[in-house]
């Protein structure tokens, strides 16, 4: 069946990312993905592929969680970068966020896996590959995707109010050239993995990306769930 990937986008994402985009490389991702979604097992389902850009409208973005890859395991993915939906066994990287988060804000841990709550609140839980081919990790990689959600990136650093962008690990920090504007604020560490958290514990993210925001003048986010 026929897939135009900008049609799936809620109407204020297509209206600022369908500028960045060249037209053809688009087109040819589009096609990609329907054949996937035809043949093989993709994750995330198809009506959960944008759940990221439908939860986190662009006007109200003000955090950016950037992932790598969808999960590639059973009822993981649901189209927002390192959750899981409720009842699917929390994964190390995220059950690493949620030790981070309870050192740094000193709140319980989540027994759910789901981030919709933040997403509702400002944060796009981007990955930078939307999809993925079941038990496959990195199967969509480098083919198109990439340049996609790179758009993403760059729509968010067009806004004149500030975006915090939280980049967790070498590929995630690669995408900091993308952010040019003064007014934003780019969050580094290493990546929440369970190889490499080391250099995530103790970097205190979250109340480093609340402080970036009040010190504009922004509402800060409620990171605590459940």
Not at 35 to 55: K, M, S, V, W
Not at 108 to 125: H, I, K, R, Y
Not at 200 to 226: C, H, Q, Y
Request: glycine content about 8%; overall charge negative.
């Amino acid at each position: 069946m026929p897939l135009d990937l900008l049609d799936l986008l809620p109407d204020d994402w297509r209206a600022v990312l369908e500028p960045l985009l060249d037209p053809l490389p688009t087109a040819a991702l589009s096609a990609f993905v329907a054949g996937e979604y035809e043949q093989q097992t993709i994750y995330p389902p198809r009506e959960d592929l944008f759940n990221a850009f439908r939860h986190c409208p662009y006007d109200g973005a003000r955090v950016l969680i950037l992932g790598q890859d969808p999960y590639h395991g059973p009822g993981q993915a649901h189209g927002l970068s390192f959750s899981v939906r409720d009842g699917i066994r929390i994964p190390p990287s995220l059950r690493n966020i949620y030790k981070e988060m309870a050192a740094d804000l000193e709140v319980p841990v989540s027994p759910s896996g789901d981030l919709t709550p933040w997403a509702d609140q400002g944060v796009l839980l981007l990955n930078a590959v939307l999809t993925v081919r079941a038990a496959a990790a990195g199967s969509h990689a480098k083919k198109g995707w990439e340049e996609f959600t790179d758009a993403a990136i760059r729509a968010l650093n067009a806004k004149e109010e500030r975006v915090v962008f939280v980049l967790w690990g070498a590929y995630a920090r690669k995408k900091a050239k993308l952010i040019t504007g003064s007014q934003h604020v780019v969050i580094e560490s290493g990546h929440p993995s369970p190889l490499s958290q080391k250099s995530f514990f103790g970097t205190r993210p979250f109340s480093a990306v609340n402080k970036a925001l009040t010190d504009a003048g922004l509402p800060e986010i409620d990171w605590k769930l459940g």
